[in-house]
């Protein structure tokens, strides 16, 4: 059974993705990633607790500031993975963070759910440029941010990691 989410997290549809509010059903896929060598990028590889927890402080993060990780489902009705906009306590701005799950990469299917999440972002909360934090070691999130039209302004190294910032586009500038 689907709870009937009491939050106010729009739907939006693309040509081939559903991005939707998360469900409890979520988690075993979630469980999959953080046990997969990918995740590694986002600090996953943790425990079974550490993924429940993450499922609900993304719930947590959309009731406190009315944005945060889509749940992305394919036109076929696979949970293929989650993007979205994120402000996590001690960062310096706001994020524009994906993460596809195995199988579903190299199709352009992250490119399109960030498009539509960072749209989603200026039309309903922000003109605020996000950021996006890359791990110089992922190829492949760095040539996604570099289609979706962002430059890089930085290379810091901390308790996360080494990692690239770029910025996005503006809103006119993204059209």
């Known amino acids: 059974m689907t709870y009937a989410f ?9 040509d081939r993705l559903i991005l939707r509010p998360p469900h409890e059903a979520d988690f075993t896929a979630m469980l999959a ?5 990918r995740a590694g990028f986002v600090g996953g590889g943790g425990p079974r607790q550490q993924v429940w ?6 719930i947590g993060h959309w009731a406190l500031r009315g944005y945060g990780f889509f749940s992305v489902d394919s036109r076929d009705g696979d ?23 195995d199988g579903f990469e190299g199709r352009g299917f992250a490119h399109e759910a960030a498009l539509a999440a960072r749209a989603d ?9 996000p950021i996006s934090y890359i791990d110089v070691t992922n190829a492949r999130s760095e040539a996604l941010v570099q289609q979706l039209g962002a430059s890089r302004e930085q290379t810091l190294t901390d308790d996360r990691g080494t990692y690239h910032i770029y910025r996005h586009p503006a809103p006119e500038a993204a059209a």
Request: hydrophobic share 40%; proline share 10%; glycine share 8%.
């Open 6 to 14: 009491p939050l106010p997290i729009p739907t939006l549809t693309t």
């Open 33 to 37: 990633f953080n046990d997969s060598p």
């Open 53 to 58: 927890r993450g499922l609900l402080a993304n």
């Open 79 to 101: 949970f293929i993975g989650r993007v979205g906009v994120i402000y996590h306590d001690g960062w310096d701005e706001p994020e524009l963070a994906w993460h596809l799950y």
């Open 121 to 129: 972002y200026h039309a309903r909360i922000s003109a605020q440029a």
